[in-house]
Nanobody, 121 residues
Framework: QVQLAESGGGLVQAGGSLRLSCAASGSIFSINAMGWYRQAPGKQRELVAVISTGGSTKYADSVKGRFTISRDNAKNTVYLQMNSLKPEDTAVYYC???????????????WGQGTQVTVSS
């Protein structure tokens, strides 16, 4: 099993920045890709950004140019730097992990508990 622990959510004004972190522990040898999803009230969970061990990335169109995903393989940690935040970015952000980029971008094997990000206008 793999455990994912998120941190870094909070309340920020529009135009501000936040950085989310997610540390993986447990059977991490099976993890080759990690990423972030989000779910706003009344909406479906959606992919935000994912990254492979080798550094390949995929972003949602809505966050391209504003969010950056990165990964520290030595620490088994993935980060999401969020800049120029908008009220529509308000959601619970979930860390996800899987054995490949394709899987983490579709049906991740593992999920974190989620961290709330609220952007005020």
């Amino acid at each position: 099993q793999v455990q994912l622990a998120e941190s870094g959510g909070g309340l920020v004004q529009a135009g501000g920045s936040l950085r989310l972190s997610c540390a993986a522990s447990g059977s991490i040898f099976s993890i080759n890709a990690m990423g972030w999803y989000r779910q706003a009230p009344g909406k479906q969970r959606e992919l935000v950004a994912v990254i492979s061990t080798g550094g390949s990335t995929k972003y949602a169109d809505s966050v391209k140019g504003r969010f950056t995903i990165s990964r520290d393989n030595a620490k088994n940690t993935v980060y999401l730097q969020m800049n120029s935040l908008k009220p529509e970015d308000t959601a619970v952000y979930y860390c996800a992990a899987a054995n490949s980029l394709a899987v983490v971008a579709g049906t991740p094997h593992y999920w974190g508990q989620g961290t709330q990000v609220t952007v005020s206008s």
